[in-house]
């Protein structure tokens, strides 16, 4: 059964960082796209950030809305998936949450039919 375990949320201020983590296990890491999702309170949860490291290379997809702002990396020895959260906003407040699939423009077409996810791990903004 995979496990997925973030960490690293926390309370800031706009304008602030945060590096969020995430550890997975009971799966073969590299052979899946891994992506970080949120979920603000009383709204639908939403794709944020995705990263795949085949063959190909690496490919990194982000919402709109973080572009810029959001670095999402992986390291494959560690079954570890970050997120680089820099000049953060009030409504970047939200559980944010990991999960995979099996390519990384997948992640963001077919999260909502997961059906397995992690505690999350909260981020708050002040303003």
């Known amino acids: 059964q995979v496990q997925f375990i973030e960490s690293g949320g926390g309370l800031v201020q706009a304008g602030g960082s945060l590096n969020l983590s995430c550890t997975v296990s009971?799966?073969?890491?590299?052979?899946?796209?891994m992506g970080w999702f949120r979920q603000a309170s009383g709204k639908e949860r939403e794709f944020v950030a995705g990263?795949?490291?085949?063959?190909?290379?690496?490919?990194?997809d982000y919402a709109d809305s973080v572009k810029g702002r959001f670095t999402i990396s992986r390291d494959n020895a560690r079954n570890l998936v970050s997120l680089q959260m820099n000049n953060l906003k009030p409504e970047d407040t939200a559980v944010y949450f990991c999960?995979?699939?099996?390519?990384?423009?997948?992640?963001?077409?077919?999260?909502?039919?997961?059906?397995?996810w992690g505690q999350g791990t909260q981020v708050t903004v002040s303003s």
């Open positions: 009971g799966q073969t890491f590299t052979l899946y796209a």
């Open positions: 990263i795949d490291d085949d063959d190909d290379g690496i490919k990194t």
């Open positions: 999960n995979r699939d099996l390519a990384v423009d997948h992640l963001r077409q077919h999260y909502l039919k997961y059906h397995y």
